[in-house]
């Protein structure tokens, strides 16, 4: 079946350290987002690529960093210099530039201590 | 003031109970919408989609939007327990230089249906 996997599900991690997420798709679909979900917040936009090789920063993209070197990969780092990185990773994917719907991963719980 | 605004809730009905949940937005623009249903620890799943105003209907499911009032509306007929989770409402304007399919969420509304 295609889908978004993300892994892990749960992280943990020490203050100060690098951590990143790995999300793979086999939908053939071009692009690729991360969102954020926070308790009270909804869902906030870090980084999203439209095509291999490029992507952009989206609404909170400080303390993040992506690559997409493959179509069907799109790893996020969580850097040190994110100063509340505790939180729901969501990945997700869409066919093509315009309105289609996004199709989720079931998500990345990091915490950081 | 927020492009999308949800009312999170939490929601509380008894099995059984049509459920009605709403959005409003600012962005004139918008022309895409979607209803997501969020369980417990997963990933948003894709409930109901549609393009400008009208209504949609799947199953127990009903998906209506009014673009003259900036208003849009997701009915659940027949609630049952298993339609306990977080809804979220997402809209996207045309593709173009400001837009690039974004999508803009609402905060999501909890609901419960109370056996």
């Known amino acids: ?113 | 003031q927020k492009e999308v605004e949800q009312d999170p809730g939490p929601l509380s009905v008894p099995e059984g109970a049509i459920v009605s949940l709403n959005c409003t937005y600012s962005n004139s623009a918008f022309q895409y919408f979607m209803w997501y249903r969020q369980y417990s620890r997963k990933g948003p799943e894709l409930l109901m989609y549609t393009y400008s105003s009208g209504n949609k209907e799947d199953g127990r499911f009903t998906a209506q939007v009014d673009k003259s009032s900036k208003y849009i509306s997701l009915f659940i007929r027949d609630s049952q327990p298993s339609d306990s989770a977080t809804y979220l409402c997402a809209m996207s304007g045309p593709h173009g230089s400001s837009n690039t399919g974004k999508l803009i969420f609402g905060q999501g509304t909890t609901l419960q249906v109370k056996p």
């Open chain 1, 1 to 113: 079946d295609g889908g978004i996997t993300q892994s892990p599900k749960y992280l943990f991690r020490k203050e100060g350290q690098n951590v990143t997420l790995s999300c793979e798709q086999n939908l053939n679909h071009d692009a690729m987002y991360w969102y954020r979900q926070d308790p009270g917040q909804g869902l906030r936009l870090i980084y999203y690529s439209q095509i291999v090789n490029d992507f952009q920063k989206g609404d909170i993209a400080e303390g993040y960093s992506v690559s997409r070197e493959k179509k069907e990969s799109f790893p996020l780092t969580v850097t040190s210099a994110q100063k509340n990185p505790t939180a729901f990773y969501l990945c997700a994917s869409k066919h093509g530039q315009g309105g289609s719907p996004l199709h989720f991963g079931n998500g990345t719980r990091l915490t950081v201590t």
